[in-house]
């Protein structure tokens, strides 16, 4: 059998490592999961079901029976979804039976590429190649703010406000945080477009597959 081929891709909120990754996947013929999307999904699990995102036990309960359906709800994309996304991600219950989902979808040929924070350190550590992407949180902030002002009435301050939260959570957690692997390249897109970005990440992406 051959094996799967698997890219990482890792960054912070809004660095634009989940369009990058997209469009990585086509490319380059292969799958892709967002897997912010699973940690998202236990979030409104728990919201609907009145169970507090501090209780562990709760969420692991709702991370262990997710099913395809529940990713794509609606809201999952909401900055409240985000919020508490990140507070459940800091639950070693949750992260243990989401790593089994990652990393079943990421076996499969022909293999997939997954973006999230922890993908290249825990989830995938042999992936064939590994990107950090990153971006000065200003700039995220703008980037999100627009996307989100398209559909509802929302502050640039509270939007820059929740990125530089989340990104403490995610980089201060105990169990797999937010971490640059040693082997994966670093990309800021502070500067770039996101064409200019998608065309550099496989640039990069070619010199680690050519090795
Ligand atoms: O990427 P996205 O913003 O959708 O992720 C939502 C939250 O899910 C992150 O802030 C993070 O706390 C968590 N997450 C994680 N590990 C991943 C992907 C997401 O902890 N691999």
């Known amino acids: 059998m051959t094996p799967s081929l698997t890219i990482a891709i890792d960054g912070p909120a809004a660095s634009g490592k989940g369009t990058i990754a997209r469009q990585v996947a086509v490319r380059y013929g292969l799958r892709h999961l967002d897997t912010g999307l699973l940690y998202r999904a ?26 395809p359906a529940d990713l794509e709800g609606d809201g999952l994309r909401s900055a409240a979804a985000g919020r508490g996304a990140s507070v459940v991600a800091a639950h070693p219950s949750v992260r243990a039976s989401l790593l089994r989902w990652q990393r079943d979808f990421a076996e499969k040929a022909p293999g997939a590429v997954l973006d999230g924070r922890d993908i290249g350190t825990v989830v995938l550590p042999d992936a064939r190649a590994k990107l950090f992407i990153t971006a000065d949180p200003d700039v995220r902030a703008a980037r999100r703010w627009r996307e989100l002002s398209a559909s509802r009435d929302i502050a640039y301050r509270d939007v820059l406000r929740d990125i530089e939260e989340r990104d403490a959570r995610d980089a201060a957690r105990t169990n797999a945080p937010m971490r640059q692997a040693d082997d ?14 998608v065309a550099e990440a496989v640039r990069l992406i070619d010199t680690r597959l050519a090795v």
């Open 184 to 197: 994966a390249i670093l990309l800021d897109t502070t500067d770039m477009t996101i064409k200019a970005a």
């Open 42 to 67: 236990v979030a409104v699990l728990c919201a609907r079901e009145g169970v507090t995102l501090e209780d562990a036990a709760a969420a692991g309960q709702r991370a262990a029976h997710l099913v």
